[in-house]
């Protein structure tokens, strides 16, 4: 990158923080938002720590939401939703449904057949939404470079992290986290070509510090052009430079044998000091950037059941527990719609993050309370339930009216939040205006079949990223699959 180049400001969302189980949204196409001139490194292929000297963050925004007219603080009841039946099965309540029967208890369809179209009402979100395969869809456990359908990801992935690229404007590849294979992994959006970024080729997880285990979240910093992982398996956070492939550890241990057999809860430094100081990580999947005015990573701890913050901006850098209970302990929110002290309130394996466009509101994917929170970062800031019930079920609705079984996935656009299903195998759109909570793609039979909202059918959505144009639009959403002993993962390309 040469100096003096101009550099368009694109905010990683993870809305995926409304709200990349991801995790991500940035900017992307034609972005008509002011621009910002940035003096790049002498060799931006050799940035691989973020305790370098960081470029100071513009103070500013690519597009802000009226919080004054629309938050997720309202204490306005619901009192307009009208709830759907009930299934005649409730979706299990455990991290994703049976390989072989589907969350309303009935068989899942063969790869290639049709789903049969939900038997409820289902309110489907206004517009037309249309899956199709960019890679993957083939056997199970098929883990191969290619283009398109020859490729293959590893199946039943708990949580996948997607982020666009911007070492080129528009985007031109997406970095995704292959949990079941070990891998970080690029895809290009143009053809469906799949191949490795970080991680080891053979797939293994025990080679020290050049292998991944289960990975997680993943979001791209667009102005030191690298990538943050959740290493969730060792317990750790990494950063990659796509362009070299070089794997840094900035936060968590450094080495496998530093890793405690059963790891407590523990705040500290990120990296470059003892190991007695660093912070203790346990399964940090969800990632969410805060680069506008903060240099901050904010990390769903899932085993820990609580939310970290990663300050980057401090040299050596410094990890703060910010919302959940210092024990670590799991637990249910005090109640629907209350707004609770950050660490007086528990989660129950949180899992997606995302972080709004005015960078003022944390989403969380709270996976095992089957609901979104919405964590106000100001000082004193409160944290609430937004949408769910805290019981595992599929009613479209208007906020806490609204049910959902094992979210883990987030992504966002500036009007509307979409959310990814464990439980219910779906995609679902929340307006950040009304609360409103409707399915975009998904039938209550589970399945691996492309197509609009009468065809379209998914095994568990464990991943979400979007590309938004320069008003703040989704343009595309991008969906991970994890696939079950029947149906191939795959990564599919979803139009608004």
Not at 10 to 21: K, R, T
Not at 153 to 175: D, H, K, M, R, W
Not at 216 to 229: D, E, P
Not at 373 to 393: F, Q
Request: proline letters at 7%; charged letters at 15%; a neutral charge.
């Amino acid at each position: 990158m040469s100096r003096n180049q101009t550099l368009r400001m694109l905010v990683p969302l993870s809305l995926m923080a409304l709200m990349g189980c991801n995790t991500g949204s940035v900017l992307g196409g034609n972005n008509t938002a002011a621009e910002v001139t940035v003096q790049s490194h002498a060799d931006a292929t050799k940035v691989v720590s973020v305790e370098d000297s960081l470029p100071k963050p513009p103070r500013y925004s690519p597009f802000l939401i009226d919080h004054k007219t629309v938050s997720p603080f309202s204490s306005q009841a619901p009192d307009d939703a009208t709830p759907t039946p009930k299934p005649s099965a409730a979706p299990s309540a455990s991290p994703g449904p049976s390989p072989t029967v589907n969350p309303n208890g009935t068989p899942t369809p063969s790869p290639g057949t049709s789903a049969t179209p939900p038997a409820g009402p289902v309110d489907y979100a206004t517009g037309t939404y249309v899956s199709t395969l960019l890679a993957g869809g083939g056997s199970p456990g098929n883990l191969l470079d290619g283009t398109g359908g020859s490729a293959g990801f590893g199946t039943n992935a708990v949580s996948v992290g997607i982020a666009l690229n911007f070492e080129a404007t528009p985007p031109v590849s997406l970095g995704i986290t292959d949990g079941a294979g070990n891998q970080l992994r690029k895809g290009i959006l143009a053809t469906g070509a799949i191949s490795l970024i970080a991680g080891e080729a053979d797939h293994s997880a025990t080679k020290g510090d050049n292998s991944l285990k289960d990975p997680g979240g993943l979001v791209f910093n667009a102005l030191q052009k690298v990538y943050y992982v959740a290493d969730t398996g060792h317990h750790r956070i990494g950063q990659v430079n796509p362009t070299t492939s070089a794997l840094t550890w900035i936060a968590g241990s450094g080495t496998l044998a530093g890793v405690p057999a059963t790891p407590a809860i523990k705040d500290g430094k990120g990296s470059g000091v003892a190991a007695d100081q660093l912070a203790v990580f346990n399964n940090p999947r969800g990632l969410a950037f805060r680069g506008n005015g903060a240099t901050i990573l904010y990390i769903a701890d899932s085993g820990f059941n609580c939310i970290r913050a990663l300050d980057l901006g401090k040299t050596p850098t410094e990890v703060t527990t910010i919302a959940g209970s210092a024990t670590g302990a799991s637990g249910k929110p005090a109640a629907v719609g209350t707004a609770e002290d950050l660490l007086a309130t528990k989660f129950n394996n949180p899992t997606g993050l995302a972080i709004s466009t005015d960078e003022k509101t944390l989403f969380v994917a709270d996976t095992g309370n089957h609901c979104i929170r919405a964590i106000d970062l100001a000082a004193g800031g409160k944290v609430r339930v937004v949408a769910g019930t805290l019981t595992a079920d599929n009613k479209d609705g208007l906020g806490t009216a609204a049910s959902f079984s094992s979210p883990c996935a987030l992504a966002l656009d500036k009007s509307r939040l979409w959310v990814g299903e464990q439980g219910n195998a779906r995609v679902r759109a929340v307006d950040i205006t009304t609360g409103k909570v409707t399915t975009a793609l998904g039938l209550t039979t589970t399945g691996k079949i492309e197509g609009d909202k009468t065809k379209a059918a998914f095994t568990k959505v464990t991943g979400l990223g979007t590309l938004l144009d320069g008003s703040g639009v989704a343009t595309t959403l991008f969906a991970f699959d994890a696939g079950d002993t029947t149906n191939g993962p795959r990564l599919l390309s979803i139009k608004p």
